[in-house]
């Protein structure tokens, strides 16, 4: 070889291997932080959900790490955090949100559905859906969103749980199932609802047509499940990421039972769905659909007579 | 061993043709990605057709498929013409050639079924990683003997990239694919951003740069500008680079000292990058009329001015404070398509259309989709580009004003309409790039005269 290209070579080789020490082989050397106390060792099944995360390329739209200009995303993380993650999934791009501290902020049924099909449970969401996944595999999956952050969770206690508005039951003075108490209710909802919600509740009020996010229909018979506690927590702490505002900063707790006395009493969309869990047998249905169907042909449609002109809107999920 | 050709310049061609397919493929998935943006449920519950399978997907066959294939195919034409000597082993780039080909369809198929590693950039399993390491070693193996054996005494600037990318990068691949040694946590991420950012730094941009020095003196017919400088520019990319992968995690609660030795290091890369676009332009001097009729020229351009753009943009999105409001959101991925798309894959295209007449010894199948092939991309890529960065700086607002995920992405809505828009008009435009080099490489007769557009015909600019 030509002995002008040796130092060359030489500088190359130096300066190559200074850097692999110094980006690659010093870290490893000295970096080495203690397991912090928020360190998750993850079961077999959570591990199990890890590998299903990264197998489904969650960490492509997921972050898992906390920055310190994130609002709304709990306690920042620390190095020692992360020392049983491996291979890492600290993700850098967030197309969706941070999930270093998910555990625990919804339920295990939430999050099944949510994996189903996303945009029944947060509207507007471009989540694709994970319908492939096997039985086993979703339940870990979900076993590991819920570990994550649920050490600094226990200790931060940062989040709203509709279980703290079982309490709320204890105080109560309102009877939510008296005529008298949704009538209460009717002038409150008029006032200060029905510019989105719509007189009856249909989410096609006014303001509606404005809204990125339709408001939800109450006629739906998703809120026909809905308890007392569930409505009055919805009311008093709103929905985050749209105009449903945190209702429990303008009314009195005796005001927001007055108010679900009377959005109990909001009648379901004309729609045929089975009364009863016994009546899903097949047969039984189809007897229970005919029968409805006449029933509903019958009835003269009260309901949809104020809303000729724009149709109701699909209020989305809640 | 029989079917493996020793005719000079088949392995150049083989790679070129290959890579050219795999683009396509490579832009299907990616525009597949972009669909569901808009559409989430197009997938429809099948899971390979699942964003998040198509996304690692969509980066490792355009990086490895298209990008390393082009970019190899290219180098193993410009090598010999720089030594003036024929490939050290012709065999034995054939065989790359086959192996790689192998192991990016087996990287389709992995990826798309979940077998991935997980790692940014580093998905492949470890069969496909043997795969690739092989290949890099072998070619390396071949470069650097063809080199050793020339007969030109003095190493043109293209050739110190060239030998650059190729004791490097198989360094880089093997540290970043190392998955029998067990690292906790945050060293995981440490070493997987090292490698994601030299693969990309010691590799794409060696390569890409190399080639665009052989390729603007030769298309413009003009000398370079000035070698010093050139030389400045590769020793300053060759200390520069390497470091700054950590500016990846830069908020992440990595060593800081690691942090500002990214930081630094990716400010001084302006250095080389003022350096090399200073002597493209100013070789390019009272000669820029040439980008009226000569395409492969104006393909490279285009890519250098993409190179501006995108190399300004990254050194300063590396510092911590505009890191702090734009990491997480797709400006990133912009800035990535930026140097990939817009750059490397444009400097490509000239290359491609310069080089491929003169290994099939024919005139290039139809001057006039060369053309259309130009404007889908470049129109298309400015609107891709845009829409990326305007969809970045809302994310980037949403999160520095504590909004709800699902306030302001409700926003976006419009705007994954409009990349995926651009993104179709890049797939069209290299779909018909496919069928012009399949075309010409079938034999088909050219549809133009072969004087309409100089640059394109093999005799007017001999190699």
């Not at chain 1, 200009?69 to 993650?85: C, H, I, S």
Request: charged share 15%.
């Amino acid at each position: 070889m030509n002995k002008n290209y040796i130092l060359p070579g030489f500088v190359i080789l130096v300066s190559f291997s200074l850097i692999i020490f110094t980006t690659v082989l010093l870290p490893h050397f000295i970096f080495h932080p203690e397991p912090s106390e928020y360190a998750v060792e993850y079961t077999e099944l959570e591990a199990k959900g890890r590998d299903v995360y990264r197998r489904e390329g969650c960490v492509y739209c997921h972050s898992q790490f906390v920055r310190l200009q994130d609002r709304g995303f709990g306690p920042l993380v620390e190095a020692g955090d992360y020392v049983y993650d491996t291979p890492n999934l600290l993700g850098t791009i967030r197309t969706g949100p941070d999930l270093s501290n998910e555990g625990g902020k919804h339920p295990d049924a939430w999050h099944k559905a949510h994996f189903i099909n996303p945009r029944t449970i947060t509207p507007g969401s471009i989540m694709p859906p994970f319908v492939h996944l096997k039985e086993d595999d979703m339940e870990a999956l979900i076993a590991y969103v819920q570990s994550l952050g649920k050490k600094r969770l226990k200790k931060y206690d940062r989040i709203y749980r509709p279980d703290e508005y079982v309490a709320k039951l204890e105080k109560r003075t309102v009877d939510v199932n008296s005529s008298a108490a949704a009538n209460a209710g009717r002038g409150i909802f008029q006032q200060n609802c029905a510019t989105c919600h719509g007189t009856h509740g249909l989410g096609n009020g006014p303001n509606a047509i404005a809204l990125a996010k339709k408001p939800a229909n109450f006629s739906r018979p998703f809120y026909k499940d809905y308890d007392d506690v569930t409505w009055f927590w919805r009311v008093s702490e709103g929905v985050p990421g749209t105009r449903m505002p945190q209702w429990r900063k303008k009314l009195t707790d005796e005001q927001m039972w007055y108010l679900v006395a009377f959005l109990k009493t909001l009648p379901r969309v004309n729609e045929v769905y089975p009364h009863s869990y016994e009546t899903l047998e097949p047969d039984k249905w189809l007897e229970q659909l005919k029968a409805s169907e006449a029933e509903l042909n019958s009835e003269p449609k009260a309901m949809l007579i104020e809303t000729q002109g724009p149709p109701p809107m699909a209020g989305g999920g809640h | 061993m029989m079917l493996l050709s020793d005719k000079e310049n088949s392995a150049s061609k083989f790679f070129i043709l290959t890579a050219v397919f795999w683009l396509v493929v490579g832009m299907t998935l990616g525009l597949t990605g972009a669909i569901e943006f808009v559409a989430p449920d197009a997938s429809t519950g099948y899971g390979p057709l699942t964003f998040s399978r198509i996304r690692p997907t969509h980066v490792n066959t355009v990086a490895f498929g298209w990008l390393s294939m082009a970019n190899i195919g290219i180098v193993l034409y410009i090598v010999p013409t720089l030594t003036k000597v024929k490939l050290f082993n012709e065999k034995l780039a054939n065989f790359v050639c086959v192996v790689w080909n192998l192991a990016i369809l087996l990287g389709v198929g992995c990826l798309v079924h979940g077998y991935s590693e997980g790692r940014e950039y580093a998905e492949y399993p470890v069969p496909i990683d043997v795969m690739v390491l092989i290949g890099l070693l072998s070619l390396s193996y071949v470069i650097y003997m063809t080199v050793i054996q020339r007969k030109v005494k003095k190493l043109y600037v293209s050739l110190w990239y060239i030998l650059g990318a190729f004791f490097w990068m198989p360094i880089v691949y093997f540290i970043g694919n190392r998955t029998f040694v067990r690292l906790d946590g945050l060293n995981d991420a440490i070493v997987n951003w090292f490698y994601g950012h030299n693969i990309l730094g010691m590799w794409f941009t060696t390569l890409g740069v190399g080639i665009a020095y052989y390729m603007i003196p030769k298309l413009s017919g003009k000398p370079l500008w000035s070698h010093s400088l050139s030389m400045l520019g590769f020793w300053t990319i060759a200390f520069f680079y390497a470091p700054t992968g950590t500016h990846h995690i830069l908020q992440a609660p990595v060593p800081e000292w690691l942090k500002a030795l990214a930081v630094v290091f990716s400010v001084a890369l302006v250095i080389p990058v003022i350096t090399v676009l200073t002597n493209f332009f100013m070789t390019m001097k009272g000669s820029w009329w040439q980008l009226a009729n000569n395409l492969p020229l104006r393909f490279v351009l285009t890519g250098a001015l993409f190179y501006l753009f995108t190399c300004i943009q990254g050194p300063f999105q590396a510092t911590r404070s505009i890191n702090w409001y734009i990491h997480f959101t797709q400006w990133v991925p912009g800035h990535a398509h930026a140097a990939l798309l817009g750059t490397f894959t444009f400097f490509n295209f000239g290359a491609i259309y310069y080089i491929l007449p003169r290994i099939l010894g024919r005139q290039f199948y139809s001057v006039g989709l060369a053309k259309a092939h130009y404007w889908f991309t470049f129109i298309g890529f400015n609107i891709f580009y845009f829409v990326f960065t305007v969809i970045g700086l809302i994310q980037a607002s949403g999160w520095q004003q504590g909004m709800e995920v699902s306030q302001w992405s409700i926003a976006l809505e419009p705007y994954w309409f409009y990349r995926a828009f651009g993104g179709a008009l890049m797939w069209f435009g290299n779909v018909l790039f496919l069928i012009n080099v399949f075309m010409t490489w079938r034999g088909a007769k050219p549809l133009d005269p072969p004087d309409e557009e100089p640059a394109m015909s093999v005799k007017r600019t001999g190699a």
